[in-house]
């Protein structure tokens, strides 16, 4: 069983910064494909970022391109989500999840994640 444990979230004020860690366990982790969502209050859970497994190709979302990156070290089965130019609006529950196989089947428990303006 694969398991995702997230942490780093905090308060924060706009424009700050923030790295959120997610530790995974399971022996084939430099495999999976990650991914970091976020759900805000009263809203849908949306993409983020994501990273695959040996290439380490990334994507994001237009939201975050440019402030957010997405990185993973896979000697400590961790990804990462580093955050600048914190908004407001990307307040929410931020969560990782991995993939080994096309789709997101391992999510933790989530970390929040709060900017005030």
């Known amino acids: 069983q694969v398991q995702l444990v997230e942490s780093g979230g905090g308060l924060v004020q706009a424009g700050g910064s923030l790295r959120l860690s997610c530790a995974v366990s399971g022996r084939t982790f430099s495999s999976y494909a990650m991914g970091w969502f976020r759900q805000a209050p009263g809203k849908e859970r949306e993409f983020v970022a994501t990273i695959s497994g040996s290439a380490g190709n990334t994507y994001y979302a237009g939201s975050v391109k440019g402030r957010f990156t997405i990185s993973r070290d896979n000697a400590k089965n961790t990804v990462y989500l580093e955050m600048n130019s914190l908004k407001p609006e990307d307040t929410g529950v931020y969560y990782c999840?991995?993939?080994?196989?096309?789709?997101?089947?391992?999510w933790g428990q989530g970390t929040q994640v709060s900017v005030s303006s």
């Open positions: 999840a991995a993939s080994p196989a096309g789709k997101y089947d391992y």
